[in-house]
């Protein structure tokens, strides 16, 4: 056995089924008790969360190779599409507020809230802004600049679905995500729902984080060594990894029809962690190279290619195996509004 006790693995087993449990019978309570935001569980101020979505917002033009300076002119007249915005849309704001059209947010958990800290996130960003993004920023709530009147749906809008996808065709020119497809229950329909959605020659920009959110112990990777459906048991409902490794999303994107314009690591494993792990690892894991398990996160720039390829790509959906946590129906409302404010 990999653990040192197996005392220790029971306790874990049972509590992480339990309160696994309680995430799928109970999803809001779950989300509320544990004050999820998307951002990890320290507690942040409304400065840093601000900061936070600005630095999200330049390294994605950063990564595009778009100067500051043509950001506004980049997005002019660009629709955009987010997965997972976690609890607030800030960086889509600031999409909004540089030029883009619309700005559309999927999530498959409805965690967005307009509480009194995230209206004062939303301050704080608006305050930070000037000229033509301030006046636009203003313009994206239905009553102009009063955050307590919510998103102005026409310009900011916000999608649940059970399987986090956005259903639509040919008609965003730029997506994006941080920290959102090493969480998706369903990476093949995933990608295949972005290539969909964009129009071709539409660009895709994530950044992918692969490490075990705090899920590992001795060894960054030993995550990894839990068997698929003893993980699924314990987490496949708490918006844990979904562990897929750098050679998943390889053969995923080999079957949409999209250019890999950039991959780039973010962070690399020891070599000593990489071979230690080797022969404990779960069955999904024991094929995947050294290489490729070695990447701990790493920002992904796609560009559709012609869209008649999109004919043929459903087919394919037999090829990919089972998907490690299952796309099983999230228990949540479905909405197309932001939430009440309280
Ligand atoms: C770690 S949070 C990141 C939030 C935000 N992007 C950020 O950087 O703060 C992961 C987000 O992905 C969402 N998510 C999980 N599964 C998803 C899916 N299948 N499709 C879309 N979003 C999903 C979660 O609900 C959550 O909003």
Known sequence: MYFDSRVGVVI???????????????????????????????????KE????????????????????????????GKSVLEYGPGDL?????????HG??????????????????NTQILENIISRLDGEAL???????NDFGE??????????????????????????DLVYSRAVLEHVNDLYA?????????????????????????????????????????????????????????????????????????IEATELAAESDVDNIGPYLAKPFQEVSKEDLAWLGFWLVLRKSDGSAMRNVQDVS?????PLINSGRADVIFDSRMPAMN
């Open 89 to 97: 849309p800030g960086v889509g704001m600031l999409m909004y507020a």
């Open 190 to 262: 995933t990608f295949l729902d972005m290539a969909s959605a964009l129009k071709t020659g539409g660009t895709a920009i994530h950044k992918v984080d692969l490490k075990s959110h705090g899920l590992h112990e001795k060894n960054p990777l030993d995550f990894l060594v839990w068997p698929t459906r003893l993980w699924n048991l314990m987490y496949a409902h708490k918006g844990a990894p979904n562990r897929w490794r750098l050679n998943k999303y390889l053969e995923v994107i080999e079957m949409i029809p999209v250019d890999t314009i950039l």
């Open 135 to 141: 006046e636009r920023v203003m313009s994206c709530f």
């Open 147 to 172: 955050i307590s009147s919510g998103f102005a749906e026409n310009r900011i809008c916000y999608y649940i679905h059970p399987n986090g996808l956005s259903g639509l065709k040919n008609s965003v």
């Open 318 to 322: 037999s090829n990919i195996k089972e």
């Open 12 to 46: 874990r087993c049972l509590r992480a089924v339990a309160s696994n449990q309680v995430a799928r019978l109970a999803p809001r309570f779950y989300l509320n008790v544990t004050s999820q935001t998307g951002r990890g569980s320290h507690v942040e101020t409304v």
């Open 100 to 117: 883009a059209e619309k700005v559309i947010c999927v999530d498959r958990f409805s965690m967005v809230s307009i509480n009194q800290k």
């Open 49 to 76: 969360v601000a900061d936070y979505f600005f630095e999200c917002f330049d390294d994605y033009f950063r990564k595009l190779g778009v100067p500051r300076e043509d950001i506004t002119a980049y997005l002019s």
